[in-house]
Structures are given as C-alpha cells and as structure tokens.
C-alpha cells in the first residue's frame, strides 16, 4: 500500500463516548469539527496520535499552516506582535506593478514586459513593517513553540 500523510486544521474537546442513555461514563475522546462543518467523534489514543494544539506546533507544521493562507508566530519571540504569512507569488506581473525601479526595468527588458515573483515568507516586525524574504534560523526550525495567529 501507498503510505500517506495529512495535514487538517479542526477544532476539538475532550468528550466520552456515550453508547447509550443509561451510559454514565463512555469510552474516552474527542469531539471533531472539521473546517466544512462536519462533526465526528475520535478516540483518545487516535486523535491524540494525529493531532497536537495549535499553540505548540513544530516547524513543519507551521510552514503547512502557511500554506493555508494563516499566520504563525513563535511564542519564543521577543517582539510583540509579530507573525509570519505566506506570500503566493505571482506569474507574469506587469512591470508597473513592481514597487523597485530595478525589478520594474527589468520586466520592462522582457517581450510580455511582465515578469514571475516567486513565493516567499514575510514577517510583520515588532516595529509594524512588513520583511519580505524572512529567513528562519535552525533554533526556529527545531523550536517546538509555534502557533497560529488569530
């Protein structure tokens, strides 16, 4: 068989399965809730296998969280208000979309007068600026302490 890996944002609790009305204590899990809505129930031992809080992830899978379009941030991090967003890209922009002179000329330079920006990762500083190009050091990549940004 063909291995597999999954990524998915849910909301959960703690809740006991409960397999009838006289049932007082129920096997133990969670309640799920799915970004479409759908509800379901898992296991203890399962979901907890599966799924981690969203406050103490590993870089991984902070960069998936990314991905999705939300913001993370490190709790490790001094400054106050920062967070990280994944900037798409975008193919064939025109070169009077391009805020650098260089970057606009050289788009000029090209048949189409457009040119590709590649995808990258953006901070929001402590100082309100947004970084472009933020570059993660090896204790952010093995730092256990990531979190989505509400």
Known sequence: MQRFIGTKIIHAEPR??????SEQHGEPGYSVVYPDGYTSWSPKAAFEEAYRPADGM????????????????RAGWNGKGMWLAY??????????????????????TREDGCADVLPCITMKTAGGEILMGWLASQTDMLADDWMIVE
């Open 16 to 21: 006991a399965k409960n397999y009838g009305p």
């Open 87 to 108: 900037s798409p890209g975008a193919k064939a922009l025109p070169a009077g979309k391009f805020w650098a002179g260089p970057n606009r000329d050289y788009a000029d």
């Open 58 to 73: 590993p870089f991984g899978l902070a960069i998936e969280a990314l991905k999705k379009g939300l913001r993370v941030a």
